[in-house]
């Protein structure tokens, strides 16, 4: 019962910065239908402009998250503007590609400024043991967990009681719509890719928090996708949803039957996701028409 | 110039170089291929092999993507199933080079179409997703499956040996690498003067169409895979025995996205633009280390930072050519060719 516990705390902090980072990319794909295979390099800028802040800066990790999440807007607007502004309307292969190349400019420019060493990562947050129902695990982890709800319980009511959320929802359904009732659907590309990046900025910062920075952060990005397919492309509860899921899963694997398996387990499922319901558990169905 | 082309016959319709201009470039381009080994240096033509093995690679996923539409992140596991499939054939159980080259292209072929049968129910990034979980696994399976393949250990392959002259220098790999190349583009031009070529570029442009029109669409995308994947798997068995290592690090996602950005580049859909592509994409790290080596005096840390520029470069270049020439090489060459042929009216 024990293993268990652990295992089910470990999978849900893993499965909580999964969603967070999911979430970003369900963001950027509900608002400007594009595709963000850099999302695992926003998680790697935030964790490396927190390091930097507060290691080579010596500043209180309060104000280096602040600054993180400034940086994170400027990039999310500077990608958005530069990257993605010119190829709207292009086949999607050229977006896909377009955010792939974005993904390798900015590993060479983190690996550049801060090398590709690992390093160790000052802990902001506490990681002193803490015992749950017979079953020890680090606060640190707690935390994680504990932020990432609520994040994604301010994200739920940013969507559904501010402006520019229920903007950006109008955006995401039908862009030409929301452009005759007057919302500046540039502005809402801009903010799309801002809270994505910040997100996965804070997402990065977590990840960092517990087992250190270095680049392989950015297979984080990778394990995204078994997420968002199966919590659906477009639905942002579906984000939150398959990310548990996954990180549940990946942690009961690993756990119970070890091998290795757990590292391929979430692409199997992805692959019969994909097979079985392609749209996800929560996603919207695409009719096409010819 | 040219105000026109009238054929007389349908066979010179059909041709595959039906203008002289065409057949004079293409013999010069063959001329050039036959002589340059003989004036180039051994690190170009480690370069030159490069490209020769890239270039198949290229044109394997330019049938898959840039004639069939079907996008596929799935390059690398595929080329790690070629090559060592013929690696291990020919350590394990002793086949001579050229069998377990034709035996590991079967098996790719095989693998491909197994990992297209997602293709029947899903569509661009959907597809491209799933190949993206397929060379996960590939590399997974490879890496774990330590009684077949070493695990993460190195498999050492023997050279070849051709009509008794054992190929272990680049000067003699060159000629069968590029005599490959040759086989490769021309088996991939014919393929698309069949009817098999015409129903996958009609799967591409309008798969709902074609399938009215009677193409089965499942048969068809299945044979695409397999066809793409023989020359991806041709080109990973060309690695084992080039390299005589054969490693799973070769094989990883960077490589898959590596081909792709080969092909788009150097333009979707053609032949001629995978060689383009191949070229370009192997030629620029040369060139960056080239020029870093050069630049060493002035700037002595430049040798660290070297593979961050070259992975920045390879982005930015992406980037670059589809904000700014999104059809690749391919219609750049086109435009210069218009250009000299529309002359003086070339506006």
New interface residues.
């Given amino acids: 019962m024990d293993l268990f516990i652990q295992l089910t705390l470990t999978g849900l902090t893993n499965g909580a910065i999964l969603a967070l980072a999911a979430l970003g990319f369900v963001l950027i794909y509900k608002s400007s239908d594009v595709i963000n295979f850099a999302q695992g390099e926003f998680l790697l800028i935030g964790a490396y402009v927190l390091f930097s802040m507060m290691v080579q800066f010596h500043l209180p990790w309060t104000i280096g998250l602040v600054i993180t999440m400034i940086v994170a807007v400027a990039i999310g607007v500077l990608v958005e503007r530069l990257v993605l502004r010119p190829l709207i309307g292009e086949p999607i292969i050229s977006v896909i590609m377009a955010t792939i190349g974005l993904s390798s400019l900015l590993r060479a420019i983190v690996s550049t400024i801060w090398g590709n060493q690992p390093r160790a990562f000052p802990p902001f947050i506490p990681s002193k043991p803490v015992h749950i129902l017979g079953a020890t695990v680090g606060a640190d982890r707690l935390w994680a967990i504990g932020i990432a709800i609520l994040m994604l319980v301010l994200f739920n009511l940013f969507f559904t009681r501010s402006k520019e959320g229920i903007a950006m929802r109008a955006v995401a359904d039908d862009q030409q719509a929301a452009m005759s009732m007057g919302i500046s659907v540039k502005r809402i590309f801009a903010w799309a890719w801002s809270i994505a990046a910040v997100t996965a900025a804070i997402g990065g910062a977590l990840v960092a928090n517990i087992v250190g920075v270095g680049p392989e952060l950015a297979g984080f990005g990778l394990r995204v996708f078994p997420v968002v397919i199966l919590g659906g492309l477009d639905s942002i509860p579906g984000a939150i949803i398959g990310g548990l899921i996954i990180g549940l899963l990946e942690a009961y694997v690993g756990g119970y039957i070890g091998m290795g398996l757990n590292q391929v387990i979430s692409f199997i499922v992805l692959i019969v996701i994909l097979m079985v319901r392609p749209y996800g558990l929560f996603g919207q169905e695409i009719i096409e028409r010819v | 110039m040219v105000s026109g082309i009238f054929h007389t016959s349908y066979k010179s319709d059909m041709a595959l170089r039906r203008t002289p201009a065409q057949k004079i470039r293409l013999g010069l381009f063959i001329l050039f291929i036959l002589v340059f080994p003989f004036f180039a240096s051994r690190y170009t033509l480690t370069l030159a092999n490069q490209v020769a093995i890239a270039t198949i690679g290229a044109i394997g996923l330019n049938i898959l993507?840039g004639y069939t539409g079907q996008?596929s992140l799935g390059q690398g596991g595929f080329m790690a199933v070629g090559a060592y499939t013929a690696g291990l054939l020919t350590v394990r159980l002793g086949m001579p080079w050229w069998a377990s080259i034709i035996i590991a292209s079967l098996v790719t072929a095989g693998v491909g179409a197994l990992f297209g049968i997602?293709s029947l129910?899903?569509k661009?990034?959907?597809l491209?997703?799933?190949t993206?979980?397929?060379q996960?696994?590939i590399l997974?399976v490879v890496t774990?499956w330590k009684a077949l393949t070493g695990g993460v250990e190195a498999l050492v392959v023997p050279d070849p040996t051709l009509f008794g002259i054992r190929i272990n220098s680049e000067f003699n790999f060159y000629w069968l690498a590029w005599a490959l190349v040759g086989i490769t583009a021309l088996a991939t031009v014919n393929l698309f003067r069949t009817h098999y070529g015409r129903a996958f570029i009609a799967i591409r442009d309008?798969d709902?169409?074609a399938e009215v029109m009677g193409i089965n669409l499942f048969r068809y995308k299945l044979l695409s895979f397999a066809l793409s994947s023989f020359f991806v798997g041709l080109s990973g068995a060309l690695i084992a025995h080039y390299r005589s290592i054969v490693t799973w690090e070769r094989f990883t996602?960077d490589v898959s996205?590596l081909y792709?950005?080969m092909i788009?580049i150097g333009g979707?859909g053609s032949v001629s633009g995978s060689l383009f592509g191949a070229t370009f994409m192997t030629l620029l790290p040369a060139l960056l280390n080239n020029l870093g080596r050069s630049l060493r005096g002035v700037f002595p840390q430049i040798t660290s930072?070297m593979?961050?520029?070259?992975?920045?470069t390879?982005?930015?270049?992406?980037?670059l050519f589809?904000?700014l020439e999104?059809e690749g090489i391919k219609k750049l060459w086109e435009d210069v060719k218009d250009y000299f042929r529309l002359w003086p009216f070339s506006y």
């Fill in positions: 993507t996008i997602p129910r899903l661009g990034l959907y491209a997703i799933a993206l979980a397929a996960e696994i997974w774990h309008q709902i169409a996602i996205v792709l950005a788009i979707l930072i593979p961050f520029i070259q992975q920045a390879f982005g930015l270049v992406i980037i589809l904000i999104p």
